[in-house]
C-alpha cells in the first residue's frame, strides 16, 4: 500500500488507474452509468452507517483511553484527518444509531443517506423518550423522503411532542446568528457566516433576485458563485449610495477612500493605485472614479499632506438627473437594471480629457461598467476585436 501511495504524486500506478476506470466508463451504456451511480452513492450512505457504528463500539470500548490516553474525537482527528467538530458529531451520531435498531437496520442497507441520518439522530438525542414510540415511521420516511422535508417532518413531531422545547430551538438559532470577515494577507475579503431560518432566506431571496440568470442577458459568462459575490456588493452598494441616515467621523457618509497619483489616473504611471493598502487594477480605479468625489492633495516626499483642495464630483445632481431622466436605467443592450443600480459613465473618461455632460456620458450598471472599463482596458493593449466592442454602449 505504501509503496502505491508513494507512486500516484509521480504519476505511476495512480495514473494509470485511473485511466483504466476512464476506458471503463467509456465503454458503459447511459443506463448502465446511471444505474452505478445510485448504487455508489447508496454505497456510501451504508458506509457511513457501518463507520459510525464502528466508531460507536470503538468508544464504548474506550480504546483510545487504554491505549493512547486519547478521548475517541482526538484520536479520530489525529489518525482519520477529521476536525474535532466532526469527530464529536460522529461519536454522538454512533452512540445514537446504537439506540435505534430500525433506522440502523436500514441506513445499514445504504437506505438512509448520512444527512437523513445525522437529522434522526439529532432528533432522537433531542426527545430520546419520544423517539423510541415513534422510531418505526421514521425508519421507514427517511428512506423515500428528501433531506429538506425529513427536516420538516422532523420539526411539526418536534412541535407536537414538546412544543415548548421547539419553540426554545427556534429561538436558540438566533442567538446563534454570525458572521465575521477579514481581509487576508493578499487583499482579498473572506468570510463566515450562520443565519436563523428567517434572515437566512431574506439574504437568499436577495441575492437569488439579483443574480437570477433568468434576469441577465445570454451573454453574462460568470460562474453562479462570481454572480452571488456581485449581488452581495450590488446591494450593499445601493444601500450605501441611497443611504441618508448613517454618517461616519466628519459628518460623511459611508464611502469607499482610494488614493492615487495622478499619473497613475491619467495612465502616465506604472503604479498601481490602493486601497487601504491593497492593489487595485487601473480599469477599477477608472470605474470608480467615473462617478465620484474627488479631493486634490498635494503632498512632499514622505507623503505629508502640503495643502488639500475642496471635495468636488466628477458628476453633479444636476446631471444626474438629467442622465436618469434620459436613459432610464442600464443602457447596454438587453439589460434591464432600473436607475437606482445605476453609475454614470463617462464614454470618454475625464481623466482623459472627456467632458462632464450628458453627449458624453450613459447610465450603467454595476456589472456592465465594470465589463466596459475591463474592455476598454484590453482594447488599449490591443487585445479586443471590433466585434466585442460593438457589444458596448
Known sequence: MNHLLRERPGGGLGEEMAEDLTLRFDHMYDDELAASIIEDKRSLDAAHAR?????????????????????????????????????????????????MPLVSDNALAGEVTADGLRLLT??????????????????????WLSTKDLRKAIGHWEQQVDHGSAVGLAASQRKRRRLSHHQT????????????????????????????????????????????????VDICRF?????????????????????????????????LPEIDGALVTPETLRQLTCDAGIVRMITDGDSVPLDVGRRVRTVT????????????????????????????????????????GLSNMTLLCRRHHTKTHEADARSSEGGVGSSERETEP
Open 239 to 271: 444601500w450605501l449610495d441611497h443611504n441618508d441616515v448613517v454618517v461616519t467621523s466628519g459628518g460623511e457618509k459611508p464611502h469607499v477612500t482610494v488614493t492615487v497619483d495622478y499619473g497613475t489616473l491619467v495612465g502616465s504611471s506604472k503604479t
Open 122 to 143: 439529532t432528533a432522537r438525542n433531542r426527545q430520546p423518550d419520544a423517539f423510541v414510540l415513534h422510531e418505526p415511521v421514521f425508519a421507514d420516511i427517511a428512506t
Open 51 to 99: 463507520f459510525a457504528l464502528k466508531v460507536a463500539e470503538f468508544d464504548k470500548r474506550q480504546i483510545a483511553e487504554r491505549e493512547h490516553s486519547l478521548t475517541t474525537r482526538s484520536w479520530l482527528r489525529r489518525n482519520c484527518r477529521m476536525t474535532s467538530r466532526e469527530a464529536l458529531a460522529l461519536v454522538k451520531q454512533g452512540r445514537a444509531l446504537t439506540t
Open 317 to 356: 445632481p444636476a446631471i444626474r438627473r438629467a442622465l436618469d431622466h434620459r436613459d432610464s436605467g442600464c443602457t447596454w443592450p438587453g439589460c434591464d437594471a432600473r436607475i437606482g443600480w445605476c453609475d454614470a459613465h463617462h464614454l470618454v473618461h475625464w481623466a482623459d480629457g472627456g467632458e462632464t
Open 185 to 232: 494577507f493578499e487583499g482579498m475579503w473572506a468570510g463566515t457566516w450562520d443565519l436563523d431560518p428567517e434572515s437566512g432566506h431574506v439574504v437568499d431571496i436577495a441575492l437569488r433576485a439579483h443574480a437570477d440568470p433568468g434576469n441577465l442577458d445570454g451573454r453574462d459568462v460568470r460562474a453562479a458563485t462570481q454572480r452571488r459575490a456581485d449581488a452581495m
